[in-house]
Each structure stands twice: as structure tokens, then as C-alpha cells.
């Protein structure tokens, strides 16, 4: 993945270089790659050929570098540092990092649309797998929860609202990425179903973690700003440490028994559920 995601933009050097730079720099980045990952291992378990699947699953990640970028800028969470360097606003500019930003949203959905095509479906077209992705994002998925994560007061959050935000801010896209998986493998509705609630405990878990590390983490450990959320309501501060820890255990506790069905298919994604509960960064 990471050989093939600078091979699917514009060369950096290509006009207008500053963008085409500033998409290179916030796609290459020492990420974790647990959005495509998901993709790719679910495709697989429902007998996708993973070579045929790469480049739906770097669209992922695009959508992910996205949305990343457009976090950090001053109007938002306004950080300095993500994966372990300044944030794209900082060595790019404002202009350039929002400029950038729309067109690797762009990229993903030209990506998969290509991608879709490429693939022998019966359950499942180009259109389908664009608009799965394209609902994910908007208003009432990615674009929507970190509306409310922006605009809500702490007075107003309590723990239902809370898990609404991030349930959109960051679930919307693991659920996408899996189901995406799923469609890309023609695997059978009640399949896609399975994964979406697998994803969906996975995302909140996942957060949660992300809430943990930026108490109890270090930059140099993380790569990213540390005690950013300290404005904000998170699971930690509802929760205290150990209760974020429960719900985060619980959570993923109900990701790995739906994936009962599987049987030892399955064993891909319990590992990544074990990599959320476990990580460090």
C-alpha cells in the first residue's frame, strides 16, 4: 500500500507543484493504515483476490488523509504536528492544505469508481460502492459528527451524545471501509450487515483509544499533539481513565463476538481489534 499510494496521484514536481506536493505529504506519512487495512482484509475473507482490491483501499485512505488535513487546520482542532511532522496547513499554507484536501477527496472517488469497474460484481456496482462512500462522509456521517464535535458546548455533551459524534466523526469511515471490502468481494447482504456492525464498535473504539492517548500518551510516541482536547468533552473526561478503557473493551468485546459467523475467516479482523485495544500511537 504505502509503494502504491504516491503512484496514484499526480507526480509532485507536476503543475500546480504545491498542491501536488501537499497531497503527497499528507497521503505518504507514517500512518497506521487501519481504514485500508479493514478493506483489504475483509475483501479478503470473502475470497477477493487483495491485488484487486489495493487501490479501493488507498482510496480509503485517501478519504482518511483528507479529513485529516482539514482537522488540523486553525479553524478546527488548529494542531501543529500529525504523524510525527507539521500538520499540511503548516509546511503548505492554509490555501494549499485546503486546496489539497478536496483534491484527494476527489482522487478516492475517481478511485473507486475505477476500482468497481475493475471488479467482476453481481450484487454491486460502480454507482453503489461511490454513493456507500459518499454518504459515509457527508453531513450525516464524517462531515456531520465533526460538525457537532466543533459546535457543541460541554455543558451540552453528556455520553449518548458523545458516542453520536464519534460514532460519525470517525465510525462512519471504518464502517465504509469495511462494507466497501465486503462489496468488493460480492459478498451477501446479511455479510455486509455483519461487517457495518463489526466497523461500526471498532470506529468508537478506536476513538476512545485516540481519547486515551492524548492524556496518558507522549508526541513522541504518538506523532501527533498531545492534551489538545483538554476544551473539549471526551470519553476520558466523562469517563475517567478506566472507565474509557472499560467502554473501549466492551466495544470491541461486541466487534469480535459478531464476527461469530465467520468462524476462523474471521481471525484477521480479532487481530485488528486486538491492535485497537493495544496500541500505542
Given at each position: 500500500?504505502?509503494?502504491?499510494?504516491?503512484?496514484?496521484?499526480?507526480?509532485?514536481?507536476?503543475?500546480?507543484?504545491?498542491?501536488?506536493?501537499?497531497?503527497?505529504?499528507?497521503?505518504?506519512g507514517?500512518?497506521?493504515?487501519?481504514?485500508?487495512?479493514?478493506?483489504?482484509?475483509?475483501?479478503?475473507?470473502?475470497?477477493?483476490?487483495?491485488?484487486?482490491?489495493?487501490?479501493?483501499?488507498?482510496?480509503?485512505?485517501?478519504?482518511?488523509?483528507?479529513?485529516?488535513?482539514?482537522?488540523?487546520?486553525?479553524?478546527?482542532?488548529?494542531?501543529?504536528?500529525?504523524?510525527?511532522?507539521?500538520?499540511v496547513?503548516?509546511?503548505?499554507?492554509?490555501?494549499?492544505?485546503?486546496?489539497?484536501?478536496?483534491?484527494?477527496?476527489?482522487?478516492?472517488?475517481?478511485?473507486?469508481?475505477?476500482?468497481?469497474?475493475?471488479?467482476?460484481?453481481?450484487?454491486?456496482?460502480?454507482?453503489?460502492?461511490?454513493?456507500?462512500?459518499?454518504?459515509?462522509?457527508?453531513?450525516?456521517?464524517?462531515?456531520?459528527?465533526?460538525?457537532?464535535d466543533?459546535?457543541?458546548?460541554?455543558?451540552?455533551?453528556?455520553?449518548?451524545?458523545?458516542?453520536?459524534?464519534h460514532s460519525?466523526?470517525?465510525?462512519?469511515?471504518?464502517?465504509?471501509?469495511?462494507?466497501?471490502?465486503a462489496?468488493?468481494?460480492?459478498?451477501?447482504?446479511?455479510?455486509?450487515?455483519?461487517?457495518?456492525?463489526?466497523?461500526?464498535?471498532?470506529?468508537?473504539?478506536?476513538?476512545?483509544?485516540?481519547?486515551l492517548?492524548?492524556?496518558?500518551?507522549?508526541?513522541?510516541?504518538?506523532?501527533?499533539d498531545?492534551?489538545?482536547?483538554?476544551?473539549?468533552v471526551?470519553?476520558?473526561?466523562?469517563?475517567?481513565?478506566?472507565?474509557?478503557?472499560?467502554?473501549?473493551?466492551?466495544?470491541?468485546?461486541?466487534?469480535?463476538?459478531?464476527l461469530?459467523?465467520?468462524?476462523?475467516?474471521?481471525?484477521?479482523?480479532?487481530?485488528?481489534?486486538?491492535?485497537?485495544?493495544?496500541?500505542?500511537?
Amino acid at each position: 500500500m504505502d509503494r502504491r499510494l504516491p503512484e496514484l496521484l499526480p507526480l509532485a514536481g507536476q503543475r500546480p507543484e504545491q498542491v501536488h506536493g501537499a497531497m503527497h505529504y499528507a497521503l505518504t506519512g507514517a500512518g497506521k493504515r487501519v481504514r485500508p487495512v479493514l478493506t483489504l482484509a475483509v475483501a479478503e475473507i470473502f475470497g477477493a483476490r487483495p491485488d484487486a482490491v489495493l487501490d479501493l483501499a488507498c482510496a480509503v485512505e485517501m478519504v482518511h488523509a483528507c479529513s485529516l488535513v482539514l482537522d488540523d487546520l486553525p479553524s478546527m482542532d488548529d494542531a501543529r504536528m500529525r504523524r510525527g511532522r507539521p500538520t499540511v496547513h503548516l509546511a503548505f499554507g492554509e490555501n494549499v492544505a485546503l486546496l489539497a484536501a478536496l483534491a484527494l477527496l476527489n482522487r478516492a472517488y475517481s478511485l473507486v469508481a475505477e476500482s468497481a469497474h475493475g471488479l467482476a460484481l453481481k450484487r454491486y456496482g460502480s454507482e453503489d460502492m461511490v454513493h456507500h462512500l459518499a454518504a459515509a462522509i457527508g453531513s450525516e456521517g464524517l462531515i456531520g459528527g465533526q460538525a457537532l464535535d466543533l459546535l457543541a458546548r460541554p455543558g451540552d455533551l453528556d455520553l449518548e451524545l458523545l458516542e453520536y459524534i464519534h460514532s460519525h466523526k470517525t465510525g462512519a469511515l471504518f464502517m465504509a471501509a469495511g462494507e466497501l471490502g465486503a462489496m468488493a468481494a460480492d459478498a451477501r447482504r446479511r455479510d455486509l450487515e455483519l461487517i457495518a456492525r463489526y466497523a461500526k464498535n471498532l470506529g468508537l473504539a478506536f476513538q476512545i483509544a485516540d481519547d486515551l492517548l492524548d492524556v496518558l500518551g507522549t508526541a513522541e510516541v504518538t506523532g501527533k499533539d498531545v492534551l489538545k482536547d483538554e476544551a473539549k468533552v471526551t470519553f476520558v473526561k466523562l469517563l475517567g481513565v478506566a472507565g474509557a478503557r472499560s467502554l473501549a473493551a466492551e466495544l470491541l468485546g461486541f466487534a469480535v463476538d459478531s464476527l461469530s459467523p465467520l468462524g476462523r475467516k474471521g481471525d484477521p479482523l480479532r487481530a485488528l481489534a486486538s491492535f485497537v485495544q493495544h496500541r500505542t500511537r
